[in-house]
T-cell receptor, first 115, second 120 residues
Framework: AQSVTQLGSHVSVSEGALVLLRCNYS??????LFWYVQYPNQGLQLLLK??????LVKGINGFEAEFKKSETSFHLTKPSAHMSDAAEYFC?????????????FGKGTLLTVNP | GAVVSQHPSRVICKSGTSVKIECRSL??????MFWYRQFPKKSLMLMAT?????????EQGVEKDKFLINHASLTLSTLTVTSAHPEDSSFYIC????????????????FGPGTRLTVL
């Protein structure tokens, strides 16, 4: 079974400050990891993903995440927050194989950006 | 690429009526589609997984006779909420994964914009 834990249901940062959203996963097989962003009353937009290869992945809007197997983590970072980054962020895990790539989501982290 | 649309974006209906929500992949063939339900300030709850041409696989606790899913083509899946009641009011989101022209099957789910259902 796989699971995702997002530490902090709400993170608040100042505009221009570092954004760090934490995600830890549990999986008995090599995971595929995703970060999605959701703006109010909208669906989810893919920010970035890790499947294989380079452990530091870059995504859209200046976000990046690093897969650390030893720490079972996939934290999302952005060097400088922008007001438009305010949204809900979901970390998700799946794995290759016969699961249809069903995603297991974390509970989400609401990011607010203060002027 | 990887655009998924949903229709309608918002629907209000009376208790006891049925509502159909469409999910379309616009630029790829969706071999697998997923239907989720999201409660306010909550994460996504997977309701069912459907493969084109096959019956949907429902998650535990989801009533298959209540939430009818049809995946009749590689670009369209529908969710019908039958005999809707106020407790069915929610935000329903679909996602899809499949084949892009000229490449293999994607391991990524692409999400639609969601449908807000309100049952009076």
């Amino acid at each position: 079974a796989q699971s995702v834990t997002q530490l902090g249901s709400h993170v608040s940062v100042s505009e221009g400050a570092l954004v760090l959203l934490r995600c830890n996963y549990s999986s008995s097989v090599p995971p595929y990891l995703f970060w999605y962003v959701q703006y109010p009353n909208q669906g989810l937009q893919l920010l970035l993903k890790y499947t294989t290869g380079a452990t530091l992945v870059k995504g859209i809007n200046g976000f990046e995440a690093e897969f650390k197997k030893s720490e079972t983590s996939f934290h999302l970072t952005k060097p400088s927050a922008h007001m438009s980054d305010a949204a809900e962020y979901f970390c998700a895990v799946t794995f290759s194989g016969g699961s249809n790539y069903k995603l297991t989501f974390g509970k989400g982290t609401l990011l607010t950006v203060n002027p | 690429g990887a655009v998924v649309s949903q229709h309608p974006s918002r629907v209000i209906c009376k208790s006891g009526t049925s509502v159909k929500i469409e999910c379309r992949s616009l630029d790829f063939q969706a071999t697998t589609m997923f239907w989720y339900r999201q409660f306010p300030k909550k994460s996504l709850m997977l309701m069912a997984t459907s493969n084109e041409g096959s019956k949907a696989t429902y998650e535990q606790g989801v009533e298959k006779d209540k939430f009818l899913i049809n995946h009749a083509s590689l670009t369209l899946s529908t969710l019908t909420v039958t005999s809707a009641h106020p407790e069915d009011s929610s935000f329903y989101i679909c996602s899809a994964r499949g084949h892009f022209r000229g490449s293999g099957t994607t391991d990524t789910q692409y999400f639609g914009p969601g449908t807000r259902l309100t049952v009076l």
